[in-house]
């Protein structure tokens, strides 16, 4: 579990670099300068940590790329002690990132094996979200609502419990489209069953399933 001057100074890059991509947000920027990406990864893959890729990490999941995470986290404008629902913990990565944003996270993952390395990982350095296991298309009604609300998961469209799930004034981050094609979309709920809709550009990530727990 070791965080070297190395690992913080491939960190340093990293961050260089997606800021050059147009990340602009210097509160995302240091939270991603922050979090021990590689300790997200197998040992075996470390050196591949603070490239700016995605990477598998089983179970056919993926570490998301870091620029993708930053976009994200950028959008949804995390604000301290902001009560956040994840929809695909992963590796935890991204929950961490939010963690040091000041935010209380809700994170639900429907990969058991994924579900259970992250829960006994982030404790372990220093982050403690909420974790779930469970179907990410039916939220967490008895925790809502959410101030944000974050799909890392392609969905075909906007999940309607989730809406149900956000406050009105929340903010909801989500990849819409098909398999091989997504438009991060950002969804502002200004009303109990009103939402204004923007488009953000392309991106891919794996899909969301249904009924898979």
């Known amino acids: 579990m070791e965080d070297t001057y190395l690992h913080k100074g491939l960190r340093k890059k990293l961050v260089e670099e997606i800021k050059q991509k147009g990340i602009k947000d210097q509160k995302v920027l240091?939270?991603?300068?922050?979090?021990p990406r590689?300790?997200?990864?197998?040992?075996?893959f470390t050196k591949f940590a603070y490239k700016d890729q995605a990477f598998p990490?089983?179970?056919g999941q993926?570490?998301?790329?870091?620029y993708t995470v930053a976009f994200q986290?950028?959008?949804?404008?995390?604000?301290?002690?902001?009560?956040?629902?994840e929809i695909g913990t992963g590796s935890g990565y991204q929950a961490a990132v939010l963690i040091e944003l000041g935010a209380k996270v809700y994170t639900i993952e429907r990969q058991k094996k994924?579900?259970?390395?992250?829960?006994?990982?982030?404790?372990?350095?220093?982050?403690n979200p909420h974790i779930f296991y469970g179907d990410g298309y039916s939220g967490l009604p008895s925790y809502s609502k959410f101030?944000?609300?974050l799909i890392t998961a392609a969905a075909p469209d906007i999940p309607e419990k989730l809406l149900e799930q956000?406050?009105?004034?929340?903010?909801?981050?989500?990849?819409?489209?098909?398999?091989?094609?997504?438009?991060?979309t950002l969804v502002v709920k200004t009303g109990e069953s009103d939402y204004k809709k923007s488009e953000h550009g392309y991106f891919v990530f794996v899909p969301m399933l249904k009924g898979k727990v």
């Open 147 to 149: 101030d944000k609300i």
């Open 114 to 127: 994924l579900m259970l390395k992250a829960k006994a990982l982030l404790p372990k350095i220093g982050y």
């Open 73 to 85: 986290t950028e959008l949804l404008e995390v604000k301290k002690m902001d009560k956040i629902l």
């Open 30 to 35: 240091d939270a991603i300068g922050k979090v």
């Open 38 to 44: 590689h300790l997200f990864m197998d040992s075996s």
């Open 62 to 66: 993926t570490i998301s790329q870091p």
């Open 57 to 59: 990490i089983g179970s």
């Open 166 to 184: 956000l406050e009105i004034g929340g903010r909801m981050v989500v990849p819409i489209g098909s398999s091989y094609s997504q438009t991060m």
